[in-house]
């Protein structure tokens, strides 16, 4: 009886979820569409499917360019994207769904279900949920690929296979019927987008048929919007539980329970990335405004530009449009930047700032196809630093990133020493590793720097660093510092 009642809810949830609105397309929506547009043909995504809700309405829907190049078959209502990593979010649902049914704790320790895995018994579900679990237990967000090891937990907890789960207790109920697994690939296959690359223009990706908790799912944009519809109104989990899924594992760390939890301009954000080599989605929400934003495209530079592992969504270009109109409604702010600089009040916002360091990581990233971006970088940086010249009180891992990386680009083409930036690469990496001097991502920036610097023995010190450190799986950084001492030893 009590799952016959629990369908019928979500058939009535579903039902009016799905309700397009029926108001004419407004100014804001052009304004939005315009940028989708011009974002598109920036990173060159052959396709995109957007879709913004408020409440039960859909209020934008717009689907651009190509499934299928070859074909010329274009993205529509029906097109389906591997999500990647938003299938995190579904598995976190389906983890504290077991534990409300008492199945599971998520304080139980990791090894009770995967004894293979060698981690100590301090390691728990929940730090291996909120991707704690490296370094200093519990203190630290490193995004980890031990997050698969959480497939086994649910299977175990739930007697029956991780797919097998999700159908029955998310897919099903929800009708989810154009949501599905990587694995069920003869049902996916005809409407699936094409994969796609960026590489001297659009050339064909691949398709990453993997399933576990950490990615996995197929799905379109309707479906999604379901999901998470489902999330906001409790039909998948109780009011506690979604608000532990939502509240960050630590005040000060960027993810709660299988979801990124930040602040912009005083409002909660929730969301999640995915990014394959050959395609990226985006599901954000903005709880306070009854809001959502879902994105789909068939090549990874809708996420892999943004560096969204590091926990900051407001590096995104697609995702400051969408808070630029949709919720902090600055009509008059151009997404990309003018060459002048304006030194305004109202360029002085901590808006403004985080557009500028999202344009020039965009552009430091594009950089490596055309050179007139690794100009375009430097202009946005030298503007941020004249307008914002406190770096070091908004200084992180993104803009370290950004300006090493272009430190990278010039060593890579050949363009000659680029040392413009130095000052704040070394004053902005040394306050990131006092407040944690475990950070792999700061390390690795910093020892690949010194080595374009030619200083092997600070290089030396931060790969072994990474290489030494306890309780870490290991990872790309990890893998770059090996080689590199093999090849200085």
């Not at 078959?73 to 299938?87: E, G, N, R």
């Not at 090493?404 to 690469?425: E, P, R, S």
């Amino acid at each position: 009886m009590k799952n016959s009642v629990f369908l019928l809810i979500n058939v009535l949830l579903i039902t009016s979820c799905t309700r397009k609105e029926a108001v004419p397309k407004t100014n804001l929506n052009e304004r939005f569409g315009s940028e989708l547009q011009e974002l598109k043909d920036y990173f060159q995504i052959p396709g995109l499917a957007v879709l913004v809700q408020k409440g039960d309405s859909i209020v934008y829907e717009d689907h651009l360019g190509y499934a299928n190049l070859e074909h010329q078959k274009k993205v529509d209502s029906t097109t389906l994207f591997p999500i990647a990593s938003v299938t995190k979010v579904f598995s976190a649902v389906a983890l504290l769904q077991l534990q409300e049914q008492g199945k599971l704790s998520l304080e139980d320790p990791i090894n009770s279900y995967v004894p293979q895995s060698n981690l100590g018994d301090s390691i728990q579900i929940k730090h291996i949920l909120s991707h704690t679990s490296q370094g200093p237990v519990g203190d630290h967000f490193y995004y980890s690929y031990r997050f698969g090891m959480l497939t086994p937990v649910i299977e175990k907890a739930a007697d029956t296979s991780f797919p097998a789960f999700l159908k029955q207790a998310i897919f099903a109920p929800l009708q989810l019927k154009q949501t599905y697994l990587l694995t069920d690939s003869s049902a996916v296959t005809a409407t699936m987008a094409r994969p796609y690359d960026l590489d001297e223009g659009a050339v064909p990706g691949k398709v990453e048929y993997g399933v576990s908790a950490a990615a996995g799912i197929v799905s379109n944009l309707k479906d999604l919007a379901k999901f998470s519809r489902a999330l906001d109104t409790n039909a998948l989990l109780t009011k506690a539980s979604k608000d532990r899924m939502y509240i960050p594992f630590q005040s000060d760390l960027p993810y709660g329970y299988g979801i990124f939890t930040q602040q912009l301009e005083g409002k909660a954000i929730r969301w999640a990335y995915g990014q394959y080599d050959s395609y990226s989605s985006l599901l954000l929400k903005v709880p306070e405004d009854d809001l959502t934003l879902v994105l789909l495209a068939n090549n990874n530079l809708m996420s892999d530009p943004a560096r969204l592992i590091n926990g900051d969504v407001t590096t995104s270009l697609f995702a400051m449009s969408f808070f630029k109109n949709y919720v902090l409604h600055l009509e008059g702010v151009p997404l990309f930047e003018p060459d002048a600089v304006d030194s305004s009040e109202e360029n002085r916002s901590e808006f403004h700032r985080k557009k500028l360091l999202a344009e020039a990581l965009a552009a430091s990233y594009m950089a490596r196809f055309d050179n007139a971006e690794l100009e375009k970088s430097k202009q946005l940086l030298r503007k941020t630093f004249t307008l914002f010249p406190d770096y070091l009180n908004y200084g992180d891992l993104n803009l370290l990133h950004t300006l090493t990386f272009l430190k990278d680009v010039h060593f890579y083409m050949d363009l000659g020493a680029f040392n413009d930036f130095d000052a704040q690469i070394e004053a902005i990496a040394n306050t990131l590793l006092t407040q944690d001097p475990n950070n792999p991502y700061a390390h690795v920036y910093l020892g690949t720097y010194f080595d374009r610097k030619g200083d092997s023995q600070k290089a030396r010190f931060h790969f072994e660093a990474l290489v030494n450190q306890q309780n870490f799986s290991p990872f790309w950084y990890t893998v770059e510092a090996k080689q590199w001492l093999a090849a200085h030893e």
